[in-house]
C-alpha cells in the first residue's frame, strides 16, 4: 500500500465504487465502523466519548461511529459545528441513524473526555479555518493531555493533498483514514498531526486503482526493488560501475570523501576522487579503497570523464562556489554519464538557474539535483512557479529542467519529469548531521554507477540512507552512515536468498 492519493484521487475513487453498485453510506458507516473499532480498542466499555462533527460526510463518519460505540456501551456526546439541519445526503442518513442529542459545540463539553473524535473536517479542506470550527480545534488540542483524540481521515486543518497547516489544525494520537494513505498524512507539517496512522478498507476495490493511476508513493523498497542491482554469482567489480566524486580544494575535502565513501558502500564496483592537485596528498592519504586522480578545471573534467566506464559522476560536495564549479558542471553535463548535483555545483547557478536547467535539458543522461529547502530556495524559485506545496515545487522543476529532483528533509521528496513523486517516511531525526548530506548524494552515484534508473536510484538512495540512519542510532555522524550500509543490504539481498 504504497500509493499516495491526492484529495482528488481520493473522491474519485468513492465516486468509481458507487458507480459501481457500492452506495455510498455503506462507505460511511464502513469508515465510521473502523474509526469506532480504533476507540474500542484502547479504551473499555463505559468510557466517555465525544464527537466533534462538521458538515461534510466526515462528520457523517462521526456520527456513525458515535452510534456504534453507543450501542457498545460507551457513553456518547455528539457536537455539531454549524447547523445540523443543513446536512445533506449520506451525511444526514448517518444523522438520522443516530437517533440521539446533537449538541451545539462548545469548548466545556471536551472536559471530561476521555476520548475526543475529530469528524471536524475531512482531507478535502482547503480554506483557512476559522471562527466556531478553529475555537473547537484549539479546545480539541488544549483537552489532548487529557483525552486521546483519534481523527477521521485527517486531523482537521490539515490539507490532505499538500499536507499544510489551514490556520489551525488537530493534534491527534490516531488517525483513521480509509484506501490509501493522502498525501497529507506523509508531507510536513500533516505527518506531526497525525499520530499513529491506520488505513482501513471500507469496501473500494484495488482494482480501482488501476483507473485513478496514482503518481505518488510512499518511498518503500516496493516502489523501486526490482531495479535493485543484487550481486551475481559471476559478477566483478567492472560491471558494477564507476562513479567519480569532485573534490575541492585543500581545505575542503571531507565533503567529496564522505560522498565517495558513499558510492562505494552502495555498491559501485569503483569509485575514483577527482581532486584538485593542491589537495591531492590529502585526499590520497586519507582514501584506501577510493582511488584518487589529478583533475583540475573543465578541460581536464572532460578528459577524464571521456573514459566511458567512469559512468556516474559527483560535483558540488565541498567543491565552492563560483565560476569554476560551474564551468566543472557544464563539462559533466556535456556527456551522458549520469550526473549527480549538489551543494555547491547548485548554489553556483543561483544567478542563472536557466543556464542550469537548459544544460540539462539538452542531455539524455540521468540528473539528479539534490538541494535542501535553502538551496532550492536560492536556485531553483524561478523554476517552480506557483507551486506551493514541497511536493508540487520538486515536481515543478522537475519538469522544467528534466531532472530528477531529490528535495531533502524529514519528508525528503523524489520527483521525476513523468510526473512520478516518492515521499520519504523513514528517516530518523539524528539524520540532520553535518556531511550525511554529503554521504546521500554518494549512494545515488553509487546506486546510477550500478545501472538504476534515474528516479528509482534516487528514491534507493534515500531509502537507503534513512535506513542507514536508523541503524547507527542517535548520535551519529555521517561518517557511521556508510559503514551501516551493509547491514541494510543485507536485509535487502535477504529478500532474494542469496546472491543472483
Not at 38 to 56: D, N, Q, S, Y
Amino acid at each position: 500500500m504504497i500509493e499516495l492519493l491526492t484529495t482528488a484521487e481520493m473522491t474519485e475513487a468513492d465516486r468509481l465504487t458507487i458507480a459501481a453498485g457500492t452506495a455510498g453510506y455503506t462507505l460511511m458507516k464502513n469508515g465510521g465502523r473502523a474509526v469506532a473499532d480504533a476507540v474500542a480498542a484502547r479504551h473499555p466499555a463505559g468510557a466517555r466519548v465525544v464527537v466533534v462533527a462538521g458538515p461534510g460526510n466526515n462528520g457523517g463518519d462521526g456520527f456513525v461511529a458515535g452510534r456504534i460505540l453507543r450501542e457498545c456501551g460507551y457513553r456518547v456526546r455528539l457536537l455539531f459545528v454549524g447547523d445540523a439541519a443543513r446536512l445533506k445526503g449520506d451525511a444526514a442518513l448517518a444523522m438520522r441513524d443516530w437517533e440521539g442529542v446533537v449538541e451545539p459545540a462548545t469548548p466545556a463539553a471536551l472536559q471530561s473526555a476521555d476520548a475526543i473524535i475529530d469528524a471536524l473536517f475531512g482531507a478535502g479542506l482547503d480554506r483557512p479555518v476559522a471562527g466556531p470550527a478553529r475555537a473547537m480545534i484549539e479546545t480539541m488540542n488544549a483537552a489532548a493531555a487529557r483525552s486521546r483524540i483519534y481523527a477521521v481521515d485527517l486531523p482537521s486543518g490539515i490539507n490532505g493533498t499538500s499536507g499544510a497547516v489551514m490556520g489551525a489544525a488537530v493534534e491527534a494520537a490516531h488517525t483513521i483514514t480509509f484506501f490509501r494513505r493522502k498525501c497529507g498524512h506523509v508531507l510536513l507539517p500533516g505527518r506531526r498531526h497525525c499520530g499513529e496512522l491506520q488505513v482501513a478498507d471500507i469496501g473500494i476495490a484495488e482494482r480501482t486503482l488501476e483507473q485513478i493511476r496514482p503518481r505518488t508513493f510512499v518511498n518503500a523498497p516496493a516502489l523501486w526493488e526490482a531495479q535493485l542491482p543484487v550481486p551475481r554469482v559471476d559478477g566483478h567489480k567492472y560491471a558494477r560501475g564507476h562513479a567519480v566524486v569532485v573534490s575541492g580544494g585543500l581545505a575542503s575535502t571531507g565533503a567529496a570523501r564522505l560522498a565517495a565513501r558513499g558510492a562505494l558502500r552502495a555498491g559501485a564496483g569503483l569509485v575514483t576522487i577527482a581532486s584538485p592537485r593542491d589537495a591531492l596528498l590529502v585526499n590520497a592519504a586519507t582514501n584506501l579503497a577510493v582511488m584518487v586522480r589529478p583533475v583540475d578545471g573543465g578541460d581536464e573534467l572532460t578528459e577524464f570523464l571521456s573514459d566511458p566506464r567512469r559512468n556516474a559522476v559527483v560535483l558540488g560536495p565541498g567543491g565552492g562556489v563560483g565560476g569554476g564549479m560551474r564551468e566543472l558542471v557544464l563539462a559533466a553535463l556535456a556527456g551522458e554519464r549520469a550526473v549527480v548535483l549538489d551543494a555547491d555545483a547548485l548554489t553556483s547557478f543561483a544567478d542563472e538557474p536557466r543556464v542550469l536547467a537548459d544544460a540539462i535539458l539538452r542531455r539524455s543522461g540521468a540528473t539528479l539535483v539534490t538541494p535542501h529547502e535553502g538551496e532550492f530556495a536560492r536556485v531553483f524559485s524561478a523554476l517552480a512557479g506557483r507551486a506551493s506545496s514541497k511536493l508540487e515545487r520538486a515536481r515543478a522543476v522537475a519538469s522544467v529542467a528534466g531532472t530528477i529532483v531529490l528535495l531533502k528533509g524529514p519528508d525528503t521528496v523524489v520527483a521525476a519529469p513523468d510526473g512520478r513523486a516518492a515521499v520519504a517516511v523513514n528517516a530518523p531525526s539524528w539524520l540532520a548531521s553535518a556531511g550525511s548530506g554529503d554521504v546521500l548524494a554518494g549512494i545515488a552515484a553509487g546506486c546510477l554507477a550500478q545501472g538504476m534508473p534515474g528516479f528509482e536510484a534516487a528514491a534507493a538512495a534515500v531509502w537507503l540512507h534513512g535506513e542507514a540512519g536508523k541503524g547507527a542510532g542517535p548520535g551519529l555522524i555521517a561518517e557511521d552512515l556508510p559503514e551501516a550500509l551493509p547491514e541494510v543490504y543485507r536485509g535487502l539481498f535477504g529478500k532474494f536468498g542469496r546472491p543472483r
